[in-house]
């Protein structure tokens, strides 16, 4: 896990390729999957705006559609010389396929500019165990 080109290399191309005609603000996410694959997509907007996706939920979309629930590690890719943190709501969603622990790796174009966890993004989260109890 400690060599993160792979997952930097797929979240640049995948930045390219996002649908952002309206902010113009091209952002690619990428995560790993417990069964060690890498899941990728970007934001997709709309001109009904509030209908637009982020980039976090592109990806995470792709993991599920292949079967996967759990995240070991996350990267997130803004504009070259942005700190592009995940917003409030694709902290949520992260957390519903990992735990606090979870490595987010913040990037830009030239590389991974911070490493934080998800429990430093969200803290006292409201997780899927909440309602596992019995
Ligand atoms: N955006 C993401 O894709 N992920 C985030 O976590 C932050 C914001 C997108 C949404 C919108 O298309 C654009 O960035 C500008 O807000």
């Not at 998800?118 to 006292?124: A, D």
Request: proline fraction near 6%; aromatic fraction near 6%; include cysteine.
């Amino acid at each position: 896990m400690a060599d993160r080109s792979d997952m930097l290399a797929l979240a640049r191309t995948m930045r390219t390729r996002a649908y952002a005609p309206y902010s113009k603000y091209q952002v690619a996410a990428v995560v790993r999957g417990a069964n060690g694959k890498l899941y990728a997509g970007t934001n997709v907007e709309n001109i009904a705006y509030p209908v637009g996706n982020c980039a976090e939920a592109s990806a995470l979309a792709a993991m599920v559609a292949d079967g996967e629930t759990r995240i070991i590690e996350a990267l997130v890719i803004g504009p070259e010389g942005d700190l592009c943190t995940p917003c409030g709501a694709c902290r949520q969603r992260l957390r519903e396929f990992a735990t606090d622990d979870l490595p987010v790796h913040i990037a830009d174009p030239t590389g991974i500019k911070k490493t934080v966890t998800l429990g430093e993004l969200l803290p006292l989260s409201f997780g899927p165990t909440i309602l596992r109890k019995t």
